[in-house]
Every structure is written in structure tokens, then in C-alpha cells.
């Protein structure tokens, strides 16, 4: 049920908070100004980081953490990741 909830706050953070900024990712690795999809990139993102959130469940249930930190990686991921055309490594790592 949280992992229901993670991903519908996660799908509609991307398309409705983020999308410009994902826009503006896109056209950098495009090289030039492409149209923004919100739905398309917030589907992207959001499934990309569902992996990411199975992978360090699975890693933190071997090392028998608790699984609640990996929501907690994964959700700064989501803020970092965005924001990373606008700040610095050093700025993103004080988030933690």
C-alpha cells in the first residue's frame, strides 16, 4: 500500500511540480528546446525510480534495515535529481 502511495505522490510530483524542469533537462541532452511531455517524462521518471526503490529494498532487507530508508533515498533522489542542473554536488549532498 506504500509503495501505491510512493508512486502516485512520485508520478504527480514529476508532472506537475517538475515538469518544466524535466523540459529543461531534456532539451540539454537534445542540444536544443524541446517541448516538454509532462505525462511522458513523469512516467519516465517515476518508473525509473520504482527500480531504484525495489533495488534498495531488496539491498537494505539483506543488510536487515529498515526497508523506510529506502523511501527516504528515493525521495531525495527525486528532489536531487531535478535540481541538479541549478546547484552543485556539494549543495545536493547537504540535503542528506
Known amino acids: 500500500m506504500k509503495r501505491l502511495l510512493f508512486t502516485i505522490y512520485l508520478l504527480l510530483y514529476f508532472r506537475f511540480a517538475q515538469y518544466d524542469v524535466s523540459g529543461y533537462w531534456?532539451?540539454?541532452?537534445?542540444?536544443?528546446?524541446?517541448?516538454?511531455?509532462?505525462?511522458?517524462?513523469?512516467?519516465?521518471?517515476?518508473?525509473?525510480?520504482?527500480?531504484?526503490l525495489c533495488l534498495t529494498e531488496k539491498l537494505l532487507a539483506h543488510w536487515h534495515k529498515p526497508v523506510i530508508v529506502a523511501y527516504a533515498i528515493v525521495a531525495w533522489l527525486a528532489t536531487a535529481g531535478v535540481g541538479m542542473a541549478f546547484t552543485t554536488v556539494y549543495l545536493l549532498a547537504e540535503l542528506i
Request: a negative charge; proline letters at 7%; glycine letters at 8%.
Open 26 to 52: 531534456l532539451s540539454l541532452v537534445a542540444g536544443h528546446f524541446v517541448e516538454p511531455w509532462p505525462w511522458t517524462m513523469a512516467l519516465v521518471a517515476t518508473g525509473v525510480l520504482l527500480l531504484v
